[in-house]
């Protein structure tokens, strides 16, 4: 079964330029999530989404950042305009049911604001 | 808030040592509790739970049994390998949250032969 795909894997972008991260969660799964992990400030949760319906975005850390999931097999995290310290991984993890049931994460996206 | 508590990494091993990751929790209720495995280049991944008092979690070789006297769940192996260097995080949710699980810092294990 795929899992929770996430492209691109690397983006190298200019400061100033608009990234947008993409999120396919895995088929069923009817919650998302967009974590940031440095080195600095660890795994950080930006945005959920419940049935593709935003439920808490106060991680999210300024304007610049925007999270969309238009049905429940896409998900995109837009920053524009980016900075340098927006470099980070950034997961989607989706899950399904009850609390008890596990995240499930992509591989990541290795994101570098140069 | 809900919030999570593990040791500071990094943790270095000698192969077949036996390896404790310490964990305490704090939250209103009874969470249900994770521990997490990180890879390099790689997203997390679940490595057992528990959800209730005394539960023991278990998966290969790894083991955390959820003390609710002492909100703790660590982590424990009797015999690491070098392939289970990574990161470990420890991890609770609690019921009405949509499924928002809260995350701890991570703790980076390292197995050396």
């Known amino acids: 079964d795929a899992g929770v795909i996430q492209s691109p894997r690397h983006e190298v972008t200019e400061m100033g330029q608009e990234v947008t991260l993409r999120c396919k969660p895995i088929?069923?799964?009817?919650?998302l999530f967009w974590y940031r992990q440095t080195m600095m400030r660890g795994l950080e949760l930006l945005i959920y989404?419940?049935?593709?319906?935003?439920?808490?975005d106060s991680g999210m850390p300024e304007d610049r950042f925007s999270a969309k999931m238009p049905n429940a097999s896409f998900s995109t995290l837009k920053i524009q305009p980016s900075e340098p310290r927006d470099s980070a991984v950034y997961f989607c993890a989706s899950s399904f049911g009850g609390g008890n049931q596990p995240q499930h994460f992509g591989d990541g996206t290795r994101l570098s604001i140069l | 808030g809900d919030s999570v508590t593990q040791m500071e990494g990094p943790v270095t091993l000698s192969e077949e040592a036996c390896l404790t990751i310490n964990c305490t929790y704090t939250a209103t209720g009874y969470p249900s509790l994770f521990w997490y495995v990180q890879y390099p280049g790689e997203g997390l991944q679940l490595l057992l739970k528990a959800t209730k008092a005394d539960d023991k979690g278990s998966n290969k070789g790894f083991e955390a049994t959820y003390r609710k006297e002492t909100t703790s769940f660590h982590l424990e192996k009797g015999s690491v390998q070098v392939s289970d260097s990574a990161v470990y995080f420890c991890a609770l949710y609690y019921s009405g949250g949509y499924q928002k699980v809260t995350f701890g810092t991570g703790t980076k294990l390292q197995v050396i032969p």
């Open positions: 088929s069923g799964h009817n919650s």
């Open positions: 989404f419940n049935n593709n319906v935003p439920i808490d």
